[in-house]
């Protein structure tokens, strides 16, 4: 019965394709917006998204996250050009992190397919949260 009740409960919370494409298509755009004017951010509003917007479709824990990450890559890499195109890009800022940020990305990709969702989930709330507090207090 509790099954059978969950999967009404689900079936409410579908949107219909239309509107979820929509919906989607803004969260790209906002997120394209908070990357290109802060810089950061737009990862959070992608994952936020896509976990909202696609509940209960196959797309969930690592797959989230791995697809997070592909929508950012473009999304970073017009930011950057923009950025550097208005001067912005130093090689102290850029030089610095740029080699050991691959690296890393590349274990944290290793470790993506390691690692259980709900842990996941709980290191991507703790870094917002962290992030968030650094930045009030800074």
Known sequence: MAQQWESVEKSKRRLRPALRFFLLALAGLLAGF???LLGAGGGIVIVLAL????EGSE??????YANALCIMLPISAVSCLRYALAGNLTTEGFGVYALPAI???LLGGVLLSKLK???LKKLFGTLVIWSGIL????
């Open 59 to 64: 797309l969930e824990g690592r797959d989230l």
């Open 34 to 36: 908070a990357n290109g």
């Open 51 to 54: 976990a909202r917007l696609l």
């Open 103 to 105: 690296v890393g990305g």
């Open 117 to 119: 969702a709900p842990l």
């Open 135 to 138: 930045l009030i207090l800074r």
